[in-house]
């Protein structure tokens, strides 16, 4: 080591290294989705940290990262040794990675985005009881919650299956050891393509072979799943016709020797088929026997939590698609048991909660050209200055462009000119005025009398009204004889 030797390894081992790194840490997050740990924010944040570090240095992390890889001492190990691994993680306890925080906090739900106030108007129990722990979606959820639950988030509304020595630890030795065959020989019969792990499954009991039939391990060995929520043994209103039940299912798994077999179920049906050795038995043994044997591989397909959503040709059942795995929409269909479920029964209510909408894939548009601004060198005041005085003078454009054609041809009033003031006409009146000795600016306007017409005798009465019109017409040319020869009225009439 004090000669400081560099080992040299060719590119093809070293890229194929990294590449398998990267799938590993990729197929422990999908096993953490499916197991949901009380720690999986911890535990994802620090799987994310550790992917990013195959190809390069992670420029930042989140706190609870950088606490994760304290108390891992990340540094101390990565300095030593060059490289980081996880040696006591263990998917199958409860608690993963014992060395990282047992729980996520509040801040880190927070940085995962979590929304941990609920929605108003996004769930109401319909007169049941609340979602909880035992009964995720309510005692009484409606069958369209349960298949949406079913299809995203089935471990959510599963129980987990265990073992029961006093349910299994009593069945019949021959039908054990078909339903181990029958496990071996299902597996084998799907596409290797579709598996995660290469290989056949040979279960070594029959603890192994139903575990093999749990939720978890089918997650675990296909690539791509879609669950189907099933509604045999349930009560209360369910739209659609009746699914046969798992127990049921031993028909169509193991059809008696009557039965014609077509596709993939004729090659099962010849030895050494599993259903060729359940034939042959049969044959060894007596009705009630088989009604015996029958019975144990019922409730042995009873306990599975999962089982391929196959089909057979019968006499009820014609034309249809002989399969054992049904593939569809790049998806294998796998069939949930309903005594699985966490609930009570099927609500007749026709409401169903709101799913969660998913967020859109692009930035919004104010956002978006905010950052624009921003990495064109522009500060983030000045950006959004410039946004909100183009947004103005847009709604401005806009309300002027967009208003109806009735306010387009309304006519506008014209506006009133001002008239300018003749200030020279005003300087030669006074100038006259003041010439005249002022005596225009006295003028009076002359008064006329007025006629009075009084009713009497009709006789006298016009020879009076003639008299009167006679002098006003006398005193009528007295005055405009006096405002021709003067220019201004006389003093006697204005006393009069």
């Known amino acids: 080591m004090i000669s400081q030797p560099i080992l040299w390894i060719p590119s ?23 197991i949901r740990p009380p720690n999986y924010g911890i535990l994802t944040g620090l799987l994310t940290y550790l992917l990013q570090s195959v190809i390069y240095t992670p420029p930042s992390t989140s706190s609870h990262v950088n606490e994760s890889l304290a108390l891992l001492r990340f540094r101390q190990v990565v300095d030593r040794y060059g490289m980081f691994f996880l040696h006591d993680l263990d998917l199958t306890k409860e608690i993963c990675l014992p060395e990282v925080l047992p729980m996520d906090d509040l801040n880190v739900l927070q940085s995962l985005g979590v929304k941990l106030t609920k929605k108003k108007g996004t769930y109401k129990s319909c007169g049941l009881d609340l979602p909880s722990d035992i009964h995720p979606l309510g005692e009484a959820p409606v069958w369209a919650d349960i298949e949406r639950c079913i299809q995203e988030e089935p471990w959510t509304l599963m129980r987990t299956w265990t073992w029961s020595e006093e349910r299994l630890g009593s069945l019949n030795q021959t039908a054990c050891q078909l339903f181990e065959k029958f496990t071996t020989q299902i597996w084998t019969c799907l596409n290797n393509k579709w598996r995660t792990e290469q290989g056949p499954i040979k279960p070594s009991g029959l603890q192994d072979a139903l575990q ?19 509604n045999a043994n349930l009560t209360g209103s369910i739209p659609g016709r009746r699914m046969p039940s798992f127990a049921d299912r031993r028909a169509l798994y193991f059809p008696a020797a009557s039965e014609d077999l077509a596709g993939y179920w004729k090659v099962l ?27 144990d591989l019922g ?12 089909t057979r040709t019968s006499e009820t059942t014609s034309g249809t698609q ?31 909660r709101s799913a969660i909408r998913a967020p859109p894939t692009h930035t919004p548009t104010k956002v978006l050209q905010k950052h624009l601004l921003e990495q064109a060198g522009i500060s983030k005041e000045v ?4 946004l909100n005085w183009a947004r ?11 208003r109806s054609g009735k306010a387009k041809n309304r006519r506008a009033p014209p506006q009133r000119k001002k008239r300018p003031r003749d200030t020279s006409g005003e300087d030669n009146k006074d100038s006259s005025d003041v010439s005249n000795g002022g005596k225009n600016s006295q003028r009076v306007q002359p008064k006329r009398s007025c006629r009075r017409i009084v009713v009497s005798d009709p006789d006298t009465e016009d020879e009076e009204s003639l008299g009167e019109l006679d002098t006003e017409d006398e005193s009528l040319d007295e005055l405009d004889t006096e405002e021709s020869d003067e220019g201004e009225p006389s003093s006697d009439y204005n006393d009069e």
């Open 12 to 34: 093809h081992v070293w890229f194929h290294f990294l590449a398998k790194r990267i799938q590993t840490i990729c197929y422990v997050q999908r096993q953490l989705y499916t």
């Open 212 to 230: 093999c039939w749990t939720l978890h391990n089918i997650h675990a060995q296909i690539k791509s799943v879609w669950c189907v929520a099933c």
């Open 269 to 295: 049906g010849t030895a050494p088929g599993y259903i060729a050795d359940y034939r042959n038995a049969c044959a060894k043994l007596t009705m009630d026997e088989i009604e015996e044997l029958d019975s």
């Open 299 to 310: 409730t042995l397909l009873s306990e599975c939590e999962c089982l391929p959503q196959s």
């Open 322 to 352: 002989q399969v054992i795995w049904k593939g569809k929409n790049q998806k294998i269909h796998i069939l949930t048991n309903p005594l699985f479920y966490k609930l009570r029964h099927i609500s007749n209510s026709t409401h169903r």
């Open 383 to 386: 950006a959004q200055r410039t």
């Open 392 to 402: 103005s003078l847009g709604k401005q454009t806009y309300a002027k462009e967009n």
